[in-house]
């Protein structure tokens, strides 16, 4: 199973190398969008939602769907957080 973590682009900083600067949860990396280009100009990736997984914008979401992934995303890590202090506790 892979994970692609939604991140919305907000610059173009290589274009010969198809890199873009991604904004993950106020969090801002170099990712390579050649996945997401198809026959679009750089300029015109700006603002789009994409999923990353390891390096790569390997698709374009809208919107809402990244506001849900987040979401579900945060609140694994919710989950995950309490079963760490269950088993720290000796609970199980």
């Known amino acids: 199973m892979c994970l692609g973590i939604p991140g919305r682009i907000v610059s173009i900083t290589d274009e ?5 600067m ?4 106020g969090v801002k ?8 280009l198809e026959d679009r100009a750089f300029e ?3 603002g789009d ?3 990353i997984h390891v390096g790569f914008a390997m698709s374009r ?3 809402a769907e990244a506001a849900e992934t987040l979401r579900v995303l ?4 919710e989950v995950q957080k309490e079963f760490a202090a269950m088993l720290a506790s000796g609970l199980i």
């Open 61 to 63: 979401i809208d919107e």
């Open 22 to 25: 991604v904004d993950v949860g």
């Open 29 to 36: 990396r170099e990712v390579n969008i050649a996945c997401i």
């Open 49 to 51: 939602w994409v999923l």
């Open 74 to 77: 945060e609140e694994l890590g």
């Open 44 to 46: 015109d990736c700006i």
């Open 16 to 20: 010969s190398r198809k890199l873009a």
